[in-house]
């Protein structure tokens, strides 16, 4: 591993925390762009979730500047991330980057993500995120509870401002502070919610930190690009309807209060079943489960699905 000395001693250290799951070409296009970042102060962690293709032997060969850490199982993102964080806070990491190998970085990302966090004195920090071209805005705030009903409100955030408070981030690209990951850690013995296994557990972990004082933000100077669940199959497959459809009843459970939470339930099962006539049968039987596991309580990985 390589690190990227920092040439201002003022510049907090960043772990960089970047998952792999049967996904190296990704992965390898990522890291480029991250080696590129003008940041002068990180290092880089690539955690290879039990792939089951040639993933490990790929990275390995390929480049000298990150630390490869192997977690021999599917962990889910949740427990991919998770033990990349606790190795980056061993490592003395000030703030970790959570950055998605579908994902690639502008050069001035991460300069930007931590010159807005220490600015606003903000815990969590998300970068504003575009499509791979460039040429539409996917992510540049997020309001609750009207996230959790499907919509983003992108128009509530000026990029006028170089960033603005934000009810949650986009976990393609999620710059956290040291402070609050240990204490989230201390808590509750995780990071990520690893009942969620994958979706939704960045907004989970906002309002962690939301509801206990902390600030989260959105710099809308710092970009990123994302190719939207090329990591999980892409998007409209049968895991990402899964578990989204599942996921959204235990952020409701857990987050709403209890007018907003009857609200929900009033309208999301109606919802959703609807949305299995506009699918194609795989999508629609994933829905279907979705719902079933979310209200039984059943959490982690979807056994009925290999993940």
């Known amino acids: 591993m390589v690190d990227h000395l920092a040439t201002d001693l003022e510049a907090p250290l960043v772990h960089i925390v970047i998952l792999n799951w049967n996904g190296w ?21 690539v ?17 000298p500047t990150f630390e490869l850490i192997e977690t021999g199982e599917n962990l889910g993102f949740t427990g991919g991330c998770n ?78 401002n170089r960033w603005s408070l934000s009810d949650g981030v986009d976990g393609c690209s999620m710059l956290v502070r040291r402070d609050l990951l240990e204490k989230r850690l201390a808590e509750s013995g995780h990071i990520f919610d690893p009942g969620f296994f994958m979706y939704c557990e960045e907004t989970d972990f906002c309002r962690y930190g939301i509801t206990r004082g902390y600030d989260c933000i959105v710099s809308h100077e710092a970009i990123a690009y994302h190719g ?26 857990r987050w709403l209060s209890l007018p907003w939470k009857i609200f929900f339930h009033l309208y999301y099962l109606p919802s ?8 194609a049968r795989a999508a629609r039987a994933a829905v279907w489960h979705g719902l079933r596991d979310g209200y039984l309580g059943v959490k982690g990985i979807w056994e009925g699905h290999g993940g």
């Open 25 to 45: 070409p990704l992965t390898l296009e990522c890291l480029q762009t991250v080696e590129a970042l003008d940041y002068p102060n990180y290092r880089v962690l």
């Open 47 to 63: 955690v290879d979730n039990g792939s089951t293709d040639d993933s490990v032997a790929r990275l390995k060969e390929a480049s």
């Open 83 to 160: 033990v990349g964080i606790t190795k980056a806070l061993a490592q003395g990491a000030e703030f970790v980057l959570l950055f998605n190998n579908d994902a690639k970085a502008a050069p001035k990302m991460l300069s930007r993500l931590v010159a807005a966090a220490v600015e606003a004195d903000a815990a969590i920090c998300g970068a504003r995120v575009m499509d791979e071209k460039g040429e539409r805005i996917l992510f540049a705030g997020r309001s609750w509870p009207a996230h959790i009903f499907g919509v983003e409100s992108l128009f509530l955030h000026s990029s006028v």
């Open 228 to 253: 939207l669940a090329k990591s999980s199959g892409g998007c409209g497959n049968p895991r990402s309807y899964y578990y989204l459809t599942r996921n959204r009843i235990y952020l409701a459970n």
């Open 272 to 279: 959703r079943l609807l949305l299995q006539f506009r699918r």
